[in-house]
């Protein structure tokens, strides 16, 4: 399980950035792409995100 970012629909805003607690989310041509093995699972940047662009699969 990791966190998914859909790059169709994200903003680029950056709130995933923000709200990771181990620092697995970057920005990457402006839009948010998750390391997938630093990646927890917690949650935090699918509640973060304004545009629900990241789902946990
Ligand atoms: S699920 Fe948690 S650990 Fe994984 S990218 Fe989102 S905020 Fe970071
Ligand atoms: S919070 Fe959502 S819209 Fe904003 S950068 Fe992250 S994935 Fe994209």
Redesign the pocket.
Known sequence: MTAV??VE?????????QVCPLDA?T?QND??SVDPEVCGDCGA?VD???????SIS
């Not at 973060?48 to 990241?54: K, M, Y």
């Open positions: 970012v859909n629909s994200c903003s680029g805003c950056g709130e995933c950035v989310i920005m839009k948010a940047c973060a995100c304004p545009t629900q662009s990241i």
